[in-house]
């Protein structure tokens, strides 16, 4: 089945730094699934950032970017500088195309910013 | 922007009872969406509804789980009866559609605990 892989459980990163939050994917479609990235801030529900539906593009959002690379199957996020505002929990995750809007989620990275 | 709402946002339940997690989604949002994420692991598709029929579920549904809107009103997550594994959190999600330009508007979660 499809699956997506964070690799870092948890970041910190001093405000005004640059981040990057690495997300790998497999996916069984014939087709480049849609790639999305959601943040959760404290005490509120998942929200969508950023998406890329088509391989090679890249979507930005709030000063965060992130490039769909269908050679590396990857989709990292990154922001060149980051504000303390932005310490949350970041999933990236994949749908198949034509799908049911059924996502697959990474383990999630929970991002801190540092004053 | 839109909300999901899910109260409560804990329930405490003991194993064999019946419990009823509680949705009010985007109004005039047609399709709606469970998930379910277990303590320090992803979250993982459980089932997405539409026009008051199942479209499609996971392996994770079981026969004890079932979902409604009945009148227009909340959307529901019944399991009965609860057994300690089904102890985790849920998320309700909806959106007015399906396709790759359709955003997911998730709730905060209501975390289960059976004993």
């Known amino acids: 089945g499809d699956s997506v892989t964070q690799t870092e459980g948890q970041v910190t990163v001093s405000e005004s730094k640059s981040l990057i939050i690495n997300c790998t994917y497999s996916?069984?479609?014939?087709?480049?699934?849609?790639l999305f990235w959601y943040v959760r801030y404290p005490g509120e529900g998942l929200q969508l950032l950023l998406k890329?539906?088509?391989?090679?593009q890249k979507g930005s959002s709030r000063g965060f970017e992130a490039t769909y690379n269908k050679e590396a199957t990857s989709f990292h996020l990154q922001k060149a500088s980051v504000q303390e505002s932005d310490s949350a929990v970041y999933y990236c995750a994949l749908s198949e195309t034509g799908g049911n809007n059924k996502l697959t989620f990474g383990q999630g990275t929970v991002l801190s910013v540092i004053p | 922007g839109p909300k999901v709402l899910q109260i409560p946002s804990h329930q405490i339940i003991d194993m064999g009872q019946m419990v009823t997690l509680n949705c009010d989604p985007v109004?005039?949002?047609?399709?709606f969406y469970w998930y379910k994420q277990i303590l320090g692991q992803q979250m993982e598709f459980l089932v997405n509804?539409?026009?008051?029929?199942?479209?499609?579920k996971s392996k994770l549904f079981k026969d004890q789980f079932s979902v409604e809107r009945p009148d227009g009103s909340y959307f529901t997550l019944k399991i009965q009866p609860t057994a300690l594994e089904d102890s985790a959190v849920y998320f309700c999600a909806s959106s007015s559609g399906l396709g790759e330009s359709e955003t997911l508007y998730f709730g905060s979660g209501t975390r289960l605990t059976v004993l």
């Open positions: 109004s005039n949002h047609l399709y």
């Open positions: 890329v539906i088509t391989a090679g």
């Open positions: 509804f539409y026009n008051g029929k199942v479209m499609e």
């Open positions: 996916a069984t479609s014939i087709g480049y699934p849609n």
